[in-house]
């Protein structure tokens, strides 16, 4: 069974700093790894994923994330935050070839200070 | 409508009452979820349904009550809930059950006295 840890349940930032939230995970087998973000009062969306091929992986809005299975993880990076991005994000796993059930971490919420 | 739909958004109920949620996803996908999103716990993946079909019903307790009339609609029956039982609960669909994209809807937050 995969299991997902996220190690900073808040992260405060300024505006325009650079951030990155970590996310560890465990599996016997290969995975799929997800971030996803919920902005205040909805629901999830899909920032980013790696399937495969290059281990870095890049959202539209400035966000990148980094497969790396040495060290089970799947960090989320920002060079340069705004207000906009203050948020909770989830890392998420799945099993290659298994039944798609994603395995989510306990959260990251995100606050961007002016 | 676009996307994945969820109703009511809001939701105050008794212990010894009886309602529904609601989710309807306009995107054709053929699989859907209930997950229950508790504060400072990870989502918990309550029931999938596949074409219709009950694929996964994660030792969720039976005053919750899944039901799929057909692969644009889920609904979650609830009836003599608990006070811990408040949650957001979140619906979420896929293309179908083992594709690794699901998307979600924004919610009904679930107040129980």
């Known amino acids: 069974a995969q299991s997902v840890t996220q190690l900073d349940s808040q992260v405060p930032v300024f505006e325009e700093a650079p951030v990155e939230l970590r996310c560890n995970y465990s599996?016997?087998?290969?995975?799929?790894l997800f971030w996803y973000v919920q902005y205040p009062n909805q629901g999830l969306q899909l920032l980013l994923k790696?399937?495969?091929?290059?281990?870095l992986v890049k959202s539209i809005n400035g966000f990148e994330a980094e497969f790396n299975k040495s060290q089970t993880s799947f960090h989320l990076r920002k060079p340069s935050v705004h207000i906009s991005d203050t948020a909770e994000y989830f890392c998420a796993v799945s099993e290659v070839g298994g039944a798609q059930k994603l395995v989510f971490g306990q959260g990251t919420r995100l606050t961007i200070n002016p | 409508e676009t996307g994945v739909t969820q109703t009511p958004r809001h939701l105050v109920m008794g212990m010894t009452n009886k309602k529904s949620l609601k989710c309807e996803q306009h995107l054709g996908h053929n699989a859907m979820y209930w997950y229950k999103q508790s504060a400072k716990k990870p989502l918990e993946l309550m029931f999938v349904y596949s074409l219709e079909e009950r694929v996964e019903n994660n030792s969720v307790p039976s005053r919750f009550s899944p039901e799929c009339p057909n692969s644009s609609h889920l609904f979650l029956h609830l009836h003599t809930l608990q006070p811990e039982d408040s949650a957001l609960y979140l619906c979420?669909?896929?293309?179908?059950?083992?594709?690794?994209?699901?998307?979600f809807g924004p919610g009904t937050r679930l107040t129980v006295l």
């Open positions: 979420a669909s896929s293309q179908d059950f083992t594709y690794n994209e699901q998307f």
């Open positions: 599996s016997s087998v290969s995975v799929y």
């Open positions: 790696y399937l495969s091929g290059s281990t």
